[in-house]
C-alpha cells in the first residue's frame, strides 16, 4: 500500500513556528484526496487536529494550521508550546479507498 | 459525547485466534464508518480495517484474509476477529469513528487495547 512520508523529528524553541511536510503521491494526495492530522501526546490515543486539509474542529487552537498542495501537505504550529511536545500524523486515502497514515514526526520543544 | 471503548487484547500465540471489541455510546455503529487502527510498540499508526455504515468492508493488505470487522447493531458494538496472529500484529489496536461530515476524519478514538502475540 501507498505510504505517506515525514520526516522523523523537527523541533523549535517555545515560541517558534514549525512546519511538518506529509509527501504522497497521484495514487492517495495528489488524486484529490483530503488530508486529516492527528497528534499524539505520550502515552495517549491519536486526536483529530485538522480535517479537509485545513479545518480545525472545535477546541483546537488556532496555533495549528495546515496546507495542502500537488501531492503534498503540511501542519505548521505556530507559538511552540511545551504541550505541543508529541507525535503528528498525517493521514489520507488511497484510490482503492484505504486509509493511510503518514510516517510520523516527532516533535520536540527545545 | 461519543464515547469508545475497546477490550479483548490478550497474550496469545502465534497462530491463535482473538476477537478485540469496540463498544459504543453516543453514536449508533450502523449509522457510521468504523475503523480499526494499531500500532506497534514504539512505531507509528497503521490502519487495518474500516466498515462502512452499508456494511462494505475494507482492509489493509497486512492482514487481508486473516481479520474480519463485523458489527452488532442492538449491541452498538464493533468486533475485530483475528485469525492466524503473527508476531507482528503485536501492537494496541485503536477503534474510531470515522466521520463522514469531517470528510472520512477519525474523530473519536478510543483508550487502545494490546496485543502481544508470542512465537
Known amino acids: 500500500q501507498s505510504v505517506l512520508t515525514q520526516p522523523p523529528s523537527v523541533s523549535g524553541a517555545p515560541g517558534q513556528r514549525v512546519t511538518i511536510p506529509c509527501t504522497g503521491s497521484?495514487?492517495?494526495?495528489?488524486?484529490?484526496?483530503?488530508i486529516h492530522w492527528y497528534q499524539q501526546l505520550p502515552g495517549t490515543a491519536p486526536k483529530l487536529l485538522i480535517y479537509a486539509n485545513n479545518i480545525r474542529p472545535s477546541g483546537v487552537p488556532d496555533r495549528f494550521s495546515a496546507s495542502k498542495s500537488g501531492t503534498s501537505s503540511s501542519l505548521a504550529i505556530s507559538g511552540l508550546q511545551a504541550e505541543d511536545e508529541a507525535n503528528y500524523y498525517c493521514q489520507s486515502y488511497d484510490s482503492s479507498l484505504r486509509a493511510i497514515f503518514g510516517t510520523g514526526t516527532k516533535v520536540t520543544v527545545l | 459525547e461519543v464515547q469508545l471503548v475497546e477490550s479483548g487484547g490478550a497474550l496469545i500465540q502465534s497462530g491463535g485466534s482473538l476477537r478485540l471489541s469496540c463498544a459504543a455510546a453516543g453514536i449508533s455503529v450502523s449509522m457510521n464508518y468504523m475503523s480499526w487502527v494499531r500500532q506497534a510498540p514504539g512505531k507509528g499508526l497503521e490502519w487495518v480495517s474500516m466498515i462502512f455504515s452499508g456494511g462494505r468492508t475494507y482492509y489493509a493488505d497486512s492482514v487481508q484474509g486473516r481479520f474480519v470487522i463485523s458489527r452488532d447493531e442492538s449491541k452498538n458494538i464493533v468486533y475485530l476477529q483475528m485469525n492466524s496472529l503473527r508476531v507482528e500484529d503485536t501492537a494496541v489496536y485503536y477503534c474510531a469513528r470515522v466521520n463522514r461530515i469531517a470528510v472520512a476524519a477519525a474523530d473519536s478514538w478510543g483508550q487502545g487495547t494490546l496485543v502481544t502475540v508470542s512465537s
Open positions: 497521484s495514487s492517495n494526495i495528489g488524486s484529490g484526496s483530503y
